[in-house]
């Protein structure tokens, strides 16, 4: 894979995201636009059998997918690895795994809907806001005193999934796929 | 601001080679991350939201931020507003001259017209004040809010 070919997939996917951010079916609801990256380059990445693109991510987008009892289940069926965090340190973390923070000054958030987000891990420290449209540094951004950041866990995908459709499968699936899918995120 | 206040400073745009790519897509992307790397921030007890219901109650400064809200014109300029919308502008600019301007402007003119609204409205932030008529802060309606709002600044101010 070269980087031309890292960089297509990835520019698609980011403009494919955006868009479900700009155009929003639930404008107050919680920002999808990293799923909807992650889908597509899983899509990209492996278009044939797979069920990616099948699968429905709207009750996400309605309810946010921390508060939705699901989650763990979905996470489980799609092969999806939880780790919490010991330390609030980004090690044993991977880039293109999803990294989950609460934000803690309850006097300042108290009265916003959400105080968990997610990003996108980049290597180095740095988080992709899920958003997709700005990177922070971790070193810096958990010493903020307003948000007062703590980091709750992360999500990796394994490779190792039993969720399949009329057959068809979500990849990436196997030790072939995880390959394939270790080695675009060693380009980023 | 952020700590990568431009898109094109982090590493994954070098990496991958973003630097080659100027087209409609890569256009959009980057207005996308420009009002994005400038509304981080933008909830804090320093930033000026025009609603006095998020103000942190155990913040020193509170009344007279809350004077400043009531009587604006007396109140001290938010420091914190000022430099977030002049460094926005001044990224469109810079994408207006990467892209060509008279390209930049058709191209967000098109992103505002085009904006999926209801018949009844003519315009799409009046459309977007519809769906939030408590004014309650949302991060995701903020920052399509402001994507629009700054395409309306950018046409007013350097659109000869």
Known sequence: ?188 | MSDYSNISDTPFWTNLGFEVESDDKMLFIEIWCATSAGTKLRFTKNSKVQMIDFVDDEWEGKDSYLYSLEYPEEGPPNEFNIVRKEKLLADFVTLSEKYGKEHFINFIQSLYDNYPKPDSFNDPLDYLDSLNPNENFHIKWALIYDVLYFITEYIRIHND
């Open chain 1, 1 to 188: 894979m070269t980087k031309d070919e890292c960089r297509s997939i990835f520019k698609e996917a980011w403009h494919k995201a955006i868009q479900k951010e700009f155009y929003p079916k639930y404008i107050m609801g919680a920002h999808v636009g990293g799923i909807y990256f992650l889908r597509d380059i899983c899509m990209q990445l492996f278009p044939e059998n797979n069920i990616a693109d099948q699968l429905n991510y709207e009750q996400y987008e309605k309810v946010s997918a921390t508060q939705i009892r699901a989650t763990t289940n979905d996470f489980g069926k799609l092969g999806l690895l939880t780790t919490q965090f010991e330390k609030q340190e980004l090690t044993n973390v991977n880039k293109g795994d999803v990294v989950f923070i609460k934000l803690e000054n309850s006097t300042l958030l108290k009265k916003l809907a959400g105080k968990i987000t997610s990003y996108l891990y980049m290597g180095n420290n740095l988080l992709f806001d899920i958003n997709l449209g700005h990177i922070i540094d971790w070193l810096e951004w958990k010493q903020n005193g307003e948000w007062s950041p703590r980091l709750l866990f992360s999500v990796r995908n394994s490779g190792n999934n039993s969720i399949s459709i009329d057959g068809k499968q979500f990849r990436p699936n196997g030790e072939a796929d995880k390959l394939i899918w270790d080695e675009f995120w060693s380009k980023v």
